[in-house]
């Protein structure tokens, strides 16, 4: 007698388990198209900077624009609750291990100040590049048309999982279609994981969605809550949805994928399993200047009563420019990313990344570890 099921599961899969195949005709790869398009705006490299506290500030947020990605200021973090965050940020960085999370906790506790919203937005802008700012929904009706009036070009919503639909006794949850009908800026909205999920946040009129639950290196949501799919099955799925939203509607609505590099490689299958772009954090956490010195940190972290992250400590590597372009003599792929996209487009003969999207991919468990032996005994 056969047993009834109460439930099946799939199989989902992460970097380090699939690869992309090479294609039947290469091509150069400065002969490559790699930009980003974002409703009205463009951008030269799909590569976008977090938005934590520890990745981006107005600083690096100019840089990157000068370098043809978009970085994401948090506007409920320490650049908006904080007069000085250079020094709040010093002090986050020196405490302690078992003392950081507590003290995170005390400074993300301190309220925001509106008149620095307004501030940090014009300094970015002044330097001439464009400005993309990150809200949670919870204050995204309230703060969204102040980001909006000093000057914003992009307003990201986020939180660790979102969804069109959100149901409260409480009080009245963000409607997306209301707030993209509000706003004169593109909005951007995350993190989804879903078919369904993504499918009916492209159907508010959002701008792009962000893909990953519980990925990133600093987090532990998926310790934490259990919650989560690998980033592959996660891209996959999702850009199924916008296929759809495509086909339904003719609006193209680019996919994010967020969370979980580690090295250009994974960029590449990222792109190769259908994502427009991808939003890197930990990575961009080692760049010389970066506001972190040195340490990473998630924006779920500093939950007064469930804190879903931890900080790392990932070092400096190098200067933003060589991370994103090289020159690099490291060879462990954390360099130099988009000479590896570049590259990878060439070897799949895709000049541009709609074509890259449409390589074959296969799952390779062994991919990292075939033949590896000696480079993992030496390690």
């Known amino acids: 007698m056969t047993t ?4 099946s599961l799939r199989r989902a899969y992460g970097f380090d388990e699939v ?27 799909p590569i976008l900077a ?44 020196q405490a302690p291990q078992d003392k950081a999370t507590a003290l995170l906790q005390k400074i993300y506790s301190q309220p925001i100040k509106e008149n620095l919203i307004g501030e940090r937005i014009q300094k970015i802008k002044q330097a001439g590049a464009t400005c993309a700012i990150s809200l949670t929904p919870a204050n995204a009706k309230r703060l969204g048309p102040v980001a909006a009036a000093a000057g914003a070009d992009v307003l990201f919503v986020q939180s660790t999982v979102t969804t069109a639909r959100h149901i409260s006794k409480s009080y009245a949850g963000l409607k997306f279609d209301e707030l993209t009908g509000t706003l004169s800026i593109p909005v951007v909205v995350g993190n989804c994981v879903s078919y369904s999920a993504c499918l009916e946040l492209m159907q508010t009129g959002v701008a792009a969605v962000l893909i990953g639950v519980g990925p990133g290196a600093a987090c532990t949501t998926r310790e934490v809550l259990g919650i989560g799919v690998p980033q592959i099955t996660a891209t996959m799925d999702c850009a199924a949805a916008r296929e759809t939203h495509h086909k339904e509607t003719g609006r193209y609505v680019p996919i994010i994928t967020d969370g979980g590099f580690r090295k250009g490689g994974e960029l590449c299958k990222a792109i190769a399993s259908g994502a427009d772009a991808v939003m890197l954090g930990s990575i961009l956490a080692q760049a010389e200047g970066a506001p972190g010195r040195g340490f990473h940190w998630g924006m779920a972290h500093p939950h007064p009563s469930l804190p879903r992250g931890t900080r790392i400590k990932v070092g400096t590597s190098g200067t933003l420019k060589q991370i994103l372009f090289g020159p690099t003599s490291l060879t462990d792929g954390s360099q130099n990313l988009i000479g590896a996209l570049r590259t ?36």
Not at 19 to 45: C, H, M, R, S
Not at 59 to 76: K, R
């Open 4 to 7: 009834p099921q109460f439930k």
């Open 19 to 45: 690869a992309i195949v090479p294609g039947d005709v290469t091509i150069n790869p400065d002969q490559t198209n790699i930009d980003l398009k974002i409703d009205n705006l463009t951008f030269a490299i």
């Open 50 to 93: 977090a938005a934590m506290d520890a990745v981006t500030d107005v600083t690096t947020a100019i840089e990157m624009s000068q370098l043809g990605g978009l970085a994401v200021l948090h506007l409920e973090g320490v650049q908006t609750r904080c007069d000085n965050p250079a020094e709040v940020l010093a002090e986050i960085t």
């Open 344 to 379: 990878a487009m060439g070897v799949c003969g895709a000049f541009n990344i709609r074509e890259m999207q449409q390589t074959e991919m296969v799952i390779a468990p062994a991919i990292t570890s075939e033949g590896k032996s000696w480079q993992k005994a030496q390690c």
